[in-house]
């Protein structure tokens, strides 16, 4: 039979474009060189779906990943440097501007042109206000430019001046001492603009009773993160750079002369590494119920001796006479703040907290156009997150995506029910485990589209200009205040979690549910229809199954059914529990990162989570192939070969632990790996894979170690 021209011309055209992808693969020079070959995948995949287009994207997702790997690298010794050797050459990072490069920023890259595409797109008559809004936000940020500059200069000592004056900026010897109060001033802050200034305010629902909300006062979070960030030896690169960064900011914002400006830089993160000595480390694995103290305010301003006058907080805070209880939380930090703020000047504490407010506002005047975009796409996303996905999902939501997910999530559910019901977990009770059941059976995925959400109710009232950006962020900044300040007088109604998603599915204890993030659903990345299901069982599954063991971790576990923190683990349960937690936390403080041994950590839980995550993806995708036994033998046999990609010499179950591994590659810059190690309560990102991996037998059978090697190691940890 004849091909007609026009299928030749399709098969012509998509092999080129194979041969363009493969030189992309291999040419890579720079981070974003990745993103732009996935762009091409998404486009060669929209052409039709037909047997070239497969064999075009199974031969580029081939490509890629024999690119990371280093398979001179003994695979039973180093499994994540076998993997990913390579990633380094072909992702580079680079010194103060890219730290650190990673699947997750890729897939972000990726997720960012798109709603920049969305942002860009010409305002219809009789659309949304909220998406023209948040349009007209992102247009008047990109107008910024330095014709603004002193404008804007003037506008930000105007805000300063709302809540007093900042000392640096004031004359010499001009600045009344005796007029400084920075309770009231932090207070008054927070009523106009809701932001947490040495205090952190904020409400959520009651730990004894859920269909009450409470008031929660304590320590906010430091630019720095965690304690050893302000403190250690290793950090300093960080702190100098942080210092230098709020030195410049004093001169190109607000016109303060160098010398000047040093001085504050380095008084204001003396100041704060100061605060630091108060903060909770997240290591400790304490939850906030067990940090927790329910106040009056009169018991509080008490307890400090009249230093933090409570009354007089609250009142201002809220915008209204306040004497019911709330949770203090973090005591130490309030502890260490009252000492702190006897040693300082006021002039320091009144710089510091002026500060803190008007970096809010400040626009890099200089940014190049994309640099730009870049910039004032991040701004729409820190105050219109949800309104943007939902945008996206509205516009490229792949409805098999969707159901493949709630597929994979079903079956990954069913896995854990059967290990419950099963000899494989008869180290918990049968008491336990009924309640572990009706956990795991109310648990709940939903994907974070805000799909429900009335957004035009939710934003009513805010008017934004088209030309004034700064203007523009005090709307929005006093618009979101208002909104929880009317809720706070309303009867009680669910608080919606203030979950920060990056890449990730999350599990939220309160609401025993995991959240999907709309970026998550981008299809080809990861996975696709034609690539084999053991990529998508090691991606997309081990993020679900890793969420889903969160619920039953050494925090998790404290949470019941309904999201109440209640330990409900009997005595023995518990005790065994410990013992294989301890056996973790001996196998993960053995790992060197950068020279030296990781931090010690009596939370476990991300380790929990990884070790569990991936046996139950790999269970899940193995139930997947015996279903196959379900079909014709003919059948059977071509979705086999499908199961293993081209040139990638792997048979498909160890094609399912390279792409687990080749999911964490990353390449971490020299000054960034001790951050890396000291900040996140998750391992870095090689000992995710060896970690996890060293204690799963089916890895060592597959990849045939022998016993004693680095990934098949005699002792092996298992909790789930």
């Not at 010897?173 to 932090?186: M, N, P, R, V, Y």
């Not at 809701?194 to 320590?219: A, H, S």
């Not at 999902?393 to 019901?421: G, M």
Request: charge should be neutral.
């Amino acid at each position: 039979m004849k091909m007609s021209v026009s299928n030749c011309m399709r098969r012509y055209w998509l092999w080129v474009s194979l041969l363009q992808l493969l030189v992309l693969s291999v040419n890579q020079s720079e981070s974003t060189s990745v993103p732009l070959v996935q762009l091409y995948v998404d486009k060669i995949s929209q052409i039709d779906n037909t047997k070239y287009v497969r064999d075009v994207m199974r031969q580029a997702k081939s490509a890629e990943m024999r690119n990371y790997m280093q398979p001179d690298v003994d695979a039973c010794d180093d499994f994540f440097q076998y993997a990913c050797g390579n990633w380094a050459k072909i992702n580079p990072t680079q010194p103060r501007n890219l730290l650190e490069t990673t699947f997750a920023a890729q897939l972000l890259s990726i997720y960012d042109k798109k709603q920049l595409k969305v942002l860009l797109e010409e305002t219809q008559e009789n659309g949304d206000d909220i998406k023209t809004n948040v349009k007209t936000f992102f247009g008047a940020c990109l107008q910024v430019d330095e014709k603004q500059k002193e404008r804007n200069k003037l506008k930000l000592w105007e805000i300063a001046e709302e809540f007093g004056q900042m000392p640096v900026l004031t004359p010499e010897g001009a600045w009344e001492a005796h007029k400084f109060d920075w309770l009231s001033t932090i207070a008054r802050i927070q009523n106009q603009y809701g932001l947490d200034i040495i205090l952190q305010l904020g409400m959520r629902e009651d730990f004894v009773n859920k269909t009450e909300n409470k008031i929660f006062i304590g320590q906010p979070k430091l630019a720095l993160q965690s304690k050893a960030m302000y403190k250690s030896p290793a950090t300093k690169w960080h702190r100098d750079k942080y210092e230098d960064e709020i030195c410049e900011a004093l001169q190109k914002y607000l016109g303060i002369k160098e010398a000047d400006a040093k001085r504050t830089a380095h008084e204001i993160l003396y100041f704060e590494s100061r605060l630091a000595d108060g903060i909770t480390d997240r290591r400790l694995g304490k939850t906030i119920k067990s940090m927790a103290v329910l106040r009056t305010v009169e018991e509080m301003t008490s307890v400090y001796k009249g230093d933090i006058d409570m009354h007089t907080y609250l009142n201002i805070s809220l915008g209204q006479e306040f004497n019911e209880t709330f949770y203090e939380y973090h005591v130490e930090y309030q502890k260490n703040l009252v000492q702190l703020l006897k040693e300082i000047p006021k002039e320091q504490v009144a710089n510091y907290i002026m500060y803190q407010l008007l970096k809010t506002f400040f626009f890099d005047y200089k940014a190049t156009s994309s640099a730009k975009k870049k910039l004032c796409l991040n701004k729409t996303k820190l105050y219109f997150a949800n309104v943007l996905d939902n945008m996206i999902f509205r516009k490229y939501n792949n409805k098999n995506t969707v159901a493949d997910i709630n597929l994979i999530w079903l079956k990954i559910k069913e896995i854990f029910k059967n290990e419950l019901e099963s000899n494989n977990l008869s180290w918990i009770s049968p008491t336990t485990r009924k309640l572990a059941l009706e956990k795991l059976t109310a648990m709940r995925l939903e994907i974070n589209s805000y799909e429900e959400s009335n957004f035009n109710e939710e934003y009513e009232g805010l008017i934004l200009s088209k030309t004034d950006y700064i203007e523009n962020l005090k709307q929005v900044l006093i618009q979101q205040t208002k909104r929880v300040l009317v809720n706070l007088r309303q009867s009680h109604r669910p608080v919606e979690m203030p979950v920060t998603f990056s890449f990730s599915p999350s599990y939220i204890n309160r609401e025993n549910s995991i959240k999907i993030p709309v970026i998550l659903l981008q299809p080809n990345f990861l996975w696709s229809d034609h690539y084999p299901n053991a990529l998508k069982f090691a991606t997309l599954g081990s993020l679900l199954a890793h969420e889903l063991i969160h619920g039953f971790d050494d925090v998790g576990r404290h949470f019941d059914t309904y999201g109440t923190e209640q330990t409900r683990w009997d005595n023995n349960s518990t005790d065994a529990f410990n013992e294989r937690k301890r056996c973790f936390k001996r196998q993960y403080s053995l790992y060197r990162y950068n020279g030296n041994y990781l931090p010690p950590s009596e939370l476990q839980a991300e380790n929990i989570a990884d070790n569990g995550g991936i046996q139950l993806a790999y269970k899940a995708y193995r139930k997947w192939i015996v279903t196959l036994n379900e079909t014709t033998s003919l059948e059977r046999e071509r979705l086999l070969v499908l199961e293993t990609l081209p040139n990638l010499n792997f048979t498909n179950k160890q094609l399912f632990f390279l792409a687990f591994a080749q999911f964490w590659c990353n390449n971490v810059d020299v000054h960034f790996r001790d951050k890396v190690s000291l900040i996140s309560v998750h391992v870095p990102a090689k000992f995710r894979v060896i970690g996890s991996l060293a204690n799963f037998n089916t890895f060592a059978e597959e990849f045939h170690c022998d016993t004693g090697t680095t990934m098949n190691p005699k002792h092996k940890c298992k909790i789930y």
